[in-house]
């Protein structure tokens, strides 16, 4: 709670406070709203309270109410006497699109400059949630592989764990570590048409730490990555772990004008 009046003060005495001719409250209900819109206050935080943000703001708690009522008036907000406020809206982040070809391409390039060693290929029955995400039959198999990718002067920087619908014949240990998945899949006549990732953090355990030369509890970029086949069938999944001093990831974007 501390850190948020905090941030939230900063950006009212750094600019809010003073913009436009707008009433006190609206400005406030606004700093409010984009902070919970945004992601800044997640769903389930409890918010300050009419007094704290009074006192914060230096502003009376009257003013504080209304917008705050507002809040709540947008189902932004939930208010209970005694328990206080809670954010009841669930941010979910926006997906940026961008196209596949290049993206294929710079899997095809990273592959030129570094090696990738097998750990193990097996045929086995996902998790649970894996096999829901890949609509896979309470007994379905997949092709579980597990991979580390080092750089050119041998530093191991991605760890990654794949489970792919295909034959096990075409996903020998000698070609996965000399083609990309993605061609395999291709040789097996199976296109990739779309690809969905998600990119957040974890902190490496022992395993991974070992395998990529970290510290346990290192922060780790994280990557989740869905591959659909022409049909809009999920084919592929691939959870990879990226050493962030020795991995990158850049995107380019352009506008449309």
Known sequence: MPALLES??????MGVKSQSKEPLYHK???????SITNGSVEFGAQMPTEQQLSNAFGISRITVKRAMDDLAAENLIARQRGKGSHVTYRYEPEPVSAPLVGMLENLEEMSKHS???VISIES???PADVRETLRLNTDGTALKILRVRSNEDGQPYAYYVSWTKADKKRFTKKRVESKTRIALLKESGTRIARVE??????NADA???????????????ALTRQSFDD???????????????????????????
């Open 207 to 221: 395993g991974v730490g070992a395998l990529l030369d970290v510290p346990v509890h290192t922060a780790l970029l």
């Open 8 to 13: 939230l003060k900063s950006e009212w005495v």
């Open 231 to 257: 049909a809009g069938d999920m084919v592929d999944i691939l959870f990879g772990l990226y050493n962030p001093k020795l991995f990158a990831y850049k995107m380019v974007l352009g506008l449309d004008h």
């Open 124 to 126: 086995l029955v996902p």
């Open 28 to 34: 406030l209900y606004v700093l409010l709203r984009n």
């Open 115 to 117: 090696s990738v060693r």
């Open 197 to 202: 990732q998600t990119l957040s953090a974890e």
